[in-house]
């Protein structure tokens, strides 16, 4: 019996849209954390409903795609986004150690995929 890819597909591209949302809303989050107003900044309301916004995202990847793939395909996309915000952004360098990182976590991605 042959499956479909196209559930699978759409659920790594919401934790994958999941992870960029959380991403920013700890942008956010980091800011207000830096600001005199704290919690009753509007950086802080951003970065909170930002994270409201990467639940339903969550909620609805998790109907495409189990716990698990759903689990390590956020956490492959996050490493990801950092890794390349850190070099983009902080002018981090992204090293061997940094380079495997990212092989074995498209190799997790890619062993957590069901397609039978």
Same mark, same amino acid.
């Given at each position: 019996?042959? =499956?479909?890819?196209?559930?699978?597909?759409? $659920? #790594?591209?919401?934790?994958?849209?999941?992870?960029?949302?959380?991403?920013? $809303?700890? %942008?956010?989050?980091?800011? *207000?954390?830096?600001?005199?107003?704290?919690? %009753?900044?509007?950086? /802080?309301?951003?970065?909170?409903?930002? %994270? $409201?916004?990467?639940? $339903?995202?969550? #909620?609805? *990847?998790?109907?495409?795609?189990?716990?698990?793939?759903?689990?390590?395909? #956020?956490?492959?996309?996050?490493?990801? *986004?950092?890794?390349?915000? &850190? *070099?983009?952004? /902080?002018?981090?360098?992204?090293?061997?150690?940094?380079?495997? &990182?990212?092989?074995?976590?498209?190799?997790?991605? &890619?062993?957590?995929?069901? =397609?039978?």
């Amino acid at each position: 019996m042959e =499956v479909s890819m196209l559930p699978i597909v759409i $659920g #790594y591209l919401l934790c994958f849209a999941c992870a960029l949302v959380v991403i920013l $809303g700890d %942008y956010f989050i980091k800011r *207000a954390a830096d600001d005199v107003l704290g919690l %009753y900044s509007t950086l /802080f309301v951003t970065g909170a409903v930002l %994270y $409201g916004i990467s639940a $339903g995202m969550w #909620y609805f *990847a998790m109907r495409h795609v189990t716990l698990a793939q759903a689990g390590v395909a #956020y956490s492959m996309l996050t490493l990801i *986004a950092l890794c390349i915000m &850190g *070099a983009m952004v /902080f002018d981090e360098p992204i090293r061997t150690r940094e380079s495997l &990182g990212i092989v074995f976590a498209l190799i997790s991605m &890619g062993l957590m995929t069901r =397609v039978l």
